[in-house]
């Protein structure tokens, strides 16, 4: 039968050419001739838009649509044309059915945005998104006949953003560092549970050696044992079983990811928004830092209504990244949380050892401290001149050591929490005064001022007063050490809310990027001027713990080359507490003192100080008679007595308190031997040695370094830079004396012509003054080896 041509399709694009072949006259719409002018405004209406439209027409709900729409309808077009909607879309009428009838009813148009609709147009049950509008077709009489329903898919958006909330959720739950890494992984799982649509089941395994065991789990209902019955536990990676296999969790463990299918067959769980089963799966590698060794495998169920297309898979990439990244975080926070706890073991346990070790060196000091004392103030049986002197220098060093064993007992006292405040009510002005007033003479010997304003209080202080005094001699102390011009004030006031105790310099001061750290133990300024290199670097972190103890705090104020202020701050809550009862603590003022007798060591003629030759022992001088050697010590008591020693051998010796003193004595005149300390302010002992290596004229001058630093890696660091020997404090005299003639005897018998010679031409070298009668001279030293700290 020859249908008759009609222009009503033209311009319909391929729709409209379809339209235009198909017999409408074995359709309920009839033929088109006969058609209303209505329907026939209506399709051109259709046809000419770009956009999808629907036209149903008649108590059949006969389909008219355009190219647009085709698309939308799959493998269902070109059979839909003509034909009852209610047939086509049968597998989503129940959701179309209310909006195509309210608009027939009613006469209004609807709009619903991101209308879930199953279809299959694509040879499985989709699941699919629109944005769809119903409005009323009208007859040429006006009366409702039918639907134009305009409508967009929106799918990709829908489920797109769907997927970026679910990888959102994980970043928000997948925090690991405050959680171990199984808690992290139920958080991930928990996320992921809840979003069912695209990820219908999922397992995390994380390897464990050369197994894989399963961290967590979701998918089903979680009282229902359909996932866990289904799925290993553990797999052994060596012999990964039968099941193990079927879920692909080898392949993925090797860093290969895996298409899990038919799962129909042996896994019964709803899926998808309308609960069909779940037929495919992916087990995917979680990546590490190595490739062929992933942290584990995460196994992700597929939606049985969504196509595994490239989106897909590649939200599953993200997911799976997400995922390890999170893993990883967590592994790496309990390993650092159990490094920490290592650490902090390593330390409770070193503090115990301190304290121990502390406590077990009071009895020797005492037992040292008794006779030495004993002797200094025995009149009825007096020291001579040079035994005295060696007493007091035993003496003054066993002080030292009793009070650095004093702070290390107090600071792992206060680490251990095992410190009190034994507080008592005191005049807090008048005790910083006095303790003060025990360093004028140190301040004033070291050239400068110190200003004490400690004017009354309103109210009595309750402190615990040794407390009090470790803080205001180590805040002087300070002062003291890193102040070469001007003065200190020590300041006490208060105001409604505090009292306040103020120590401030004129000092070198202090760079803004060391104030954060000022206060740690152990902490110190590197490359800083001081008055010494001596210490145990714990006094400003004592300060600061004793505050808190205290319940004050530490505030600091500093400009490099202007000074330093330090201030203590009690608010009157802690400073008016109830006070202790029983007696005030005796022994005021012995820490203070103890700092000055300290501090007054490191006061010497910047010039250096030289010990005339001592007649040599024996019957006749040696060869190395009238030596000169350059002795370099911030510490002035081991200046004096090396001093003592060596000219007791008949050499001469120039004693300087730091590298920078010994290169200029050097300059000046050039020794036989110099003999440095490693840890000295300005420059110390290592600096010195390179910078005479890097001399012509001192490359070959002997070098000797003096050290507390104990081991292998210490006289290695010292020889590997050029010193000739390398002496580990405590050392026997004799040792010493020995190994100070090897060296020079070995530089004045090396063959003439070296590139740097030892010993300059005698025309160039200096001789030594003939020693003066009227100096007092050291004894000499015994044969008979003594230990010296």
Known sequence: MTRPRTDLFDGGGATGRLMAELDWADTPLGAVSDWPQSLRSAVRMVLSSRYPMLLLWGDRLSQLYNDAYSALIGDKHPGALGDDVRVTLAEGWDVLAPLIERAMATGVASWVPALQLLLERAGYREEAYFSVSHAPARDDDGRTVGVLTVCSEVTEQVVGERRLRLLRDLSLRGDGRTVDVDATCARLIDAIGGHPLDVPFAAIYLRDGGTLRRIAHAGGDARDATITGSLPTVVDLADPGPTARAWGLPDAAAGRPTDVTGLDGRLSLPAGPWGDPARAALAL????????QPLGVLLVGVSPNRSLDEAYRSF??????????????????????????TLAELDRVKTTFFTNVSHEFRTPLTLMLGPLADALADTAAPLTPPQRERVETAWRSATRLLTLV????????????????DAHEVDLPALTAELASVFRAAVERAGLTLDVDCPPLPHPVTVDPVNWERIVTNLLSNALKYTFIGGIRVAVDADHDEVRLTVADTGIGIAEADLPKLFERFHRVQGARSRSHEGTGIGLALVNELARLEGGEVRVTSQVGAGTTFTVALPWSAARRAATTGPSPEGRGDAARAAVQEATGWLTDPAG????????????????????????????????????LLAAQGWRVRSVTDGRQALDAIHREL??????????????????????????????????????????????????????DYLVKP?????????????????????????APRRPPPATRRRPPPPDPRRSRSSPVRARPSRIA
């Open 406 to 421: 004093n702070s290390l007992l107090t600071f792992s006292s206060l680490e251990a929490g095992r410190a009190r405040s």
């Open 285 to 292: 590698p979680l990546p590490s830092g190595a490739e062929d």
């Open 731 to 755: 050392f026997a005299a004799a040792e010493l004396i020995a190994r100070i003639r090897t060296a020079i005897r070995r530089a004045r018998t090396e063959v003439p012509g070296d590139a």
């Open 671 to 724: 020794p036989d031997l110099v003999l440095t300390d490693v840890m000295m302010p300005v420059l110390d002992g290592f600096d010195l040695v390179r910078r005479l290596r890097a001399d012509p004229a001192t490359r070959s001058l002997p070098v000797l370094v003096l050290s507390a630093r104990a081991g292998e890696e210490a006289s290695v660091a010292g020889l590997s830079l050029g010193a000739d």
């Open 609 to 644: 100080d030289i010990a005339e030759a001592a007649p040599a022992p024996g019957p006749a001088a040696d060869e190395l008679a009238g030596a000169r050697i350059l002795l370099a010590d911030d510490n002035s008591d081991m200046r004096a007595y090396l001093s003592r």
């Open 316 to 341: 599953y990439q993200l997911l799976t990244q997400q995922v390890s990244t999170a893993v990883r975080n967590a592994q790496e926070y309990e390993r650092e949380r159990r490094r920490a706890e």
